[in-house]
């Protein structure tokens, strides 16, 4: 009987699934890849010591949590409105809060981050003020986007870079990606981040965006919010023991989160944005929500460290709450874009059949006699 073949020495740890153990080469990741992307990162924990801790100032950490708050009150306004049917359904942003700002506040004010289908909010922290957001569910003549998008997905003024929201599965990521690239050619140290949540691991975008930046090393972050806990009825998207794990096979760094732990979120981000911008790609962070919890958490941990009492977190949630009430009773007098926008925007000058099609609208709105 001839003798087996033995696996040389030098070669890495293969695991199941990676290919022929008796070809002459392996890629393998190593043990500390493996760790990385099966684990779970996090510092709002017990015993973890405060070092540990992104340095941050005391008017940096009070304004996280009121971005979060405002997160959260941006969502409790999309329900009330599609309970109202005046919109029609928006996926809930409920407990990815401390995900999608602890992801944004770890990068640059040049770098761009591109929304998935939940985290619009993420703008709020570039300084897009919340009336914005409310003026696109209404469609009315505030909205950016002039009443054209799905209520839900907005878009922003493009010197904040951040790109429309995309309501489609994983389209953002081959975006991102090309916008990284595009940052590689030109020598920016500048990184892109794009959102999406776990479905979106299963369109066909995630693995073009993913196999781009891993083969051409660009300076990425994709960072996918698993809040499947948050909804166990919802059917499986892999077998792969994680989310994190799957960005191995593409070359592609992967690192799994604490998603409740804005501080870990961040951290994580930032790391990633370093290695990026070292050159060393892309990374792929999960960010697991296992309960609704990111806000309160990060609210006991800032009264623990007396950064914010009762006192001033009552006076800050009633600000965003103000802030939101008094933003919707705003928008809500705005009228209805002007009916020419329909044929803007997209030529130099409308072609004449579009023209004469919207005199036509017009025409017929002047003669209709609303009740």
């Known amino acids: ?191 892109a981040l794009a959102f999406l949540d776990a479905a979106e691991t299963s369109a066909e975008d995630f693995h073009s965006g993913l196999n781009f930046a891993g083969v051409y090393r660009v300076p990425a972050i994709f960072v996918c919010i698993n809040d499947r806990a948050l909804a166990p009825a919802a059917p499986p998207e892999t077998v792969a023991e994680t989310f994190a794990v799957k960005a191995l096979a593409y070359g592609v760094a992967g690192v799994r989160v604490d998603g409740g732990d804005v501080f870990a979120v961040l951290s994580a981000t930032r790391a990633a944005a370093e290695r990026a911008r070292a050159g060393r790609g892309a990374t792929l962070v999960e960010a697991v929500v296992a309960k609704d919890d990111g806000i309160a958490r990060l609210r006991a941990w800032l009264a623990a460290e007396k950064i914010l009492d009762d006192a001033a977190e009552g006076a800050l949630a009633a600000e965003v709450e103000r802030e939101l009430r008094e933003a919707l009773a705003a928008e809500e007098k705005v009228g209805r874009p002007p009916l020419h926008k329909m044929i803007e925007d997209v030529y130099a000058r409308p072609p004449a059949a579009l023209e004469a099609a919207l005199d036509a609208l017009e025409s017929l709105r002047d003669r209709t006699v609303r009740p």
């Open 1 to 191: 009987m001839a003798a087996s073949k033995q696996r040389p020495p030098e070669l890495p740890r293969l695991r199941a699934g990676m290919g022929d153990v008796a070809a002459p080469a392996q890629e393998a990741f190593s043990d500390e890849d493996y760790r990385r992307a099966t684990g779970l990162f996090t510092l709002l924990a017990p015993g973890v010591d405060r070092a540990a801790l992104p340095a941050l100032e005391p008017a940096r950490l009070r304004d996280l949590y009121r971005t979060m708050l405002r997160v959260r009150a941006v969502d409790h306004a999309i329900e009330a409105l599609a309970k109202e049917e005046r919109i029609g359904p928006v996926p809930s942003r409920r407990g990815t809060e401390a995900a999608v700002v602890g992801a944004a506040a770890a990068l640059e004010p040049d770098d761009v981050i591109a929304p998935g289908r939940r985290e619009a909010g993420a703008a709020l922290h570039r300084g897009v003020p919340a009336r914005a957001l409310l003026a696109q569910l209404l469609g009315n003549a505030n909205d950016l986007a002039v009443g054209r998008g799905v209520p839900g997905y907005p878009v922003f003024p493009r010197a904040l870079n951040v790109l429309p929201s995309s309501a489609h599965a994983a389209t953002q990521l081959p975006h991102a990606t090309g916008v990284a690239w595009a940052m590689k050619m030109k020598r920016a140290p500048h990184v």
